[in-house]
Every structure is written in C-alpha cells, then in structure tokens.
C-alpha cells in the first residue's frame, strides 16, 4: 500500500507541465519527422467507431483504472483498424499506473516480462494487455538508468521500463497510426501524432528520426513491411529510406522473436503482398538466407520462386476461407529447394542413399535456418517428415500407396506435390495420380495400382532357413 502510494506521488511530482500547444491541431513539418506531441481530439462523430464493435473485456480494464484514478485507453492497432473498418485481432490498453499497481487492481491480473513489463489481464479465452505509458530514454535520471531502460552502443534498447506521461507515450510508438487513443469515458480518439490525416491517406510514418527508432529496434523494419502490405499503405519515403542499409542488424535479433514475426508477416493472410514488400526492401535475407542465395544465382535450375509464391497464395487462400495453417507446411515448402539440392550434392559428392541424403540435407538446412528464425521442434519434425513423404509419394506399388495415406503427414505431403508440380517441376503427372486415387473406389484403386508395372526391383525372397541336424555329441567331448 505504501509503495502504490509513493509510486503515486512520485509520478505527480516529477510530472512534466503541460505544453500550451498540446491542445492545438497542427500538421508535421515539412520534413515530415513527429518529434513533438500535439493533441488532436477527434469526436465520436467525426470518427464513427461504433460502440457495439469494441471489446467489452477491453472496456472492463480501462473502466476499472479509470475507477482506481488512473488513465485508461484503448490503444494501438485495434483503433487503427476499426478506423479502417476492419476486425481488430486484439484489444490493447495504456494506462499511466505503473505495471505493479495496475496489477493489484485485477484478480485475474499477472505481470510479465523483464525488457518490457507488461500486465495481462485473462476474462475466460480473452487476454487483454495492459501497458504503462513509456517516456523516451532520455527522460530517465542517471540514478535509474541501469533499473529502468538500457541501450547498447548501437542504439538498440536492452530494458524499456521508463514510465512517462501519454504525450511521452506516443512519441514512444513506432507509426503515426498506431499512436491513437480512445477514452471510454468521452469516446473520443486522441491523436497525438497526426496519425489520424495519415490513416485517411494511407501513409505510415515513423514517428521520432527514422534511422534512431530502427536502430533501438530493428524489429521496426520487419513491422513497416507488414503494416505495408496488410493495410495497403505506402511507407513514407523519409521512413523508408534507412531500411536496407540498416537491414543486417536484423541479425542481431534472437531467432525466436524473428520466428514470431515471420509469423505475422506470413500466416496473418497477406503473405504475398507481405513476400513483396520483404523484398523490395531487403528484408527476406535476413529471415532466410539460404533461401536468398539461391534467388540470387542467375544460374538456379529450379522454381525457387514460383514455389515460394504459390504457397503464399496457398496460405492466403486457406486463411480467408477460415482453413487452419501450420507454420511446418509453410518452411518445408520455404526451404525444399535448399534441402533438395544439398541431398543431391550428397548424393554426387559421397555416393549417399537418397533417404540418408534428405536426412543430412535436413540437417544441415535446418540448423543453418534455426540461427535466423529459431523454428521450434515440434514443428522441425513435421517439416522432415513431409520431405522424406516427398521422397515416398512416387512409390506406390504394390500396397504402399494405401500405408501411405494412413500416414500422418500425407495431406500436408500430398499438398506440397501439388504446389511443386504447379510451380513447374517436372513430375509425370505424380499429384494428379494421388488426386484421382484419392477420389477412386477401392477397385479402381487396385487398378490403378495394377497399372504402374513393377517400378521398383523386385526384392529377392528371402533364403529358407533350413534346421541343420543335430550332431550327437561323443564322449570325448566335454
């Protein structure tokens, strides 16, 4: 109680006076660069968010704040998104209560994270987070630098726990649109970035000098690239311009956070146009490197690139209409090609069985893979599994083709086929057999099966063994 209420006081203290300006409606300079705070108030009738389509566990947390007097807002992309008429995914909240006391204030509240402390407020399946308003780094004292927030000499931000006020908040976020707020009590959003004009033109600029806020977190790259391709909107050309020269610190991320973000760039349903604007601006390298090595060769005797473009469109495809995807389809059609070639150099250079071949090839591709994007295990054995089926699906006589529709894995395989052969490899019509033997009766199962010939060497029976005699054994034997 006594540390809630000196946190309380602290905060009115050392709260900065407000700006004169912040209630004035003014447009970017010329250079287009935010660096100051100005406080738009956009009225419910000039915004026309329906009340009916916010989330009403969201309203609960921000209410139940503002009760406990504090500040409550819904913020970031779901505002941004009902703007635009769209389903948000997720409903965020900021508040100016510090992640401990906003944490006591709900039962079913934990607080979470180290770098970036967060609150999560569980209502059934629903998961609400709370964030406290963040200031810039160099606000923090001297005394709380190493508690609070941290920098490397790069410029990227190691702990981001330095608490400001809503205007600090703001110039904190990464784009102008997703520094948007909406107060339950007055319905109205408040614009602090002039995110509002660039929502309606459909422009996304980062808010604070582009090069520093890409450099606290290179992350920011990959996100102006999904926010691109999601929205349709054109990235500010002053926010574009140091992305692919600052594109390799992406290397510097741990693989994990980068699996996540491949992720959201490629299974939120805008994969290809996401795929463009990676490689407009640089940016698939650093996801996949041995992926790009081989779009680079000019000399590449397979269709890297029509097979990495029809399983996005794939994906797309299968997310709008509501289909589950996977993130192990999704690599193994990615990375084949990689595999593939390195099992045939195996194959070449030390005379290895193909099978052994795909397993050192998939060895290689992975661990190579898991160093930029750290693909978890459970999803690591699916994509060997659906390579070694590629190797399986063209032998089908006698009853394998059966066992192998029994298989696990056969559809995700079975798929893959599809999307090789329509990419342009030459397969003798293999997908369109197990497109009709799927759709076959058993007795035109048997037909076709009939009909392949003895394509593998038939196996030589094995020899009898035959019980040699026993021979008695004489008394001199002992």
Known sequence: MLKTISNALCKVFSSKPKDQSTDTDETPSNSGMITVAKKRLITEDQHKISRRYLDDNALKVAYRLQDAGYEG??????????????????????????????????RRGRLIGRRFKLVHVRYGRDLIEVATFRASHDSQTEDGENEHGKQCDSGLILRDNVYGT???????????????????????????????????????????????????DPVRMLRAARFAAKLDFTIDAASEDPIRPLAPMLKRIAPARLFDEALKLLQSGHAVQSYKQLQRLELFEPLFPQVQVLLDDPHLNVPLESLIQNAFKNTDRRLAQRKSVTPAFLFAAILWYPTQLRMQTLIREQRMPPLPALHEAANQVLSEQVRSTAIPRRFSTSIREIWEMQLRLPRRQGHRALRLMEMPRFRAAYDLLLLRESSGEQLDGLGQWWTDFQNANPESKDNMVNSLGKGDKPRRPRRKKTKKPRQERSGNDS
């Open 73 to 106: 807002y819904l913020v970031g992309g779901c505002i941004r998104d009902l703007l635009l008429d769209k389903k948000p995914k997720d409903f965020d909240v900021a508040t100016n209560a510090h992640p401990e006391e906003a944490a006591e204030l709900f």
């Open 166 to 216: 809503i205007e600090d908040d703001a110039l904190r976020r990464d784009f102008t649109v997703n520094a948007l707020y909406y107060c339950p009590k007055d319905h109205c959003v408040y614009d602090f970035a002039n995110g509002y004009e660039d929502l309606k033109k459909g422009v996304l600029r980062m808010i604070g000098d582009p090069d520093s806020r890409y450099k606290e």
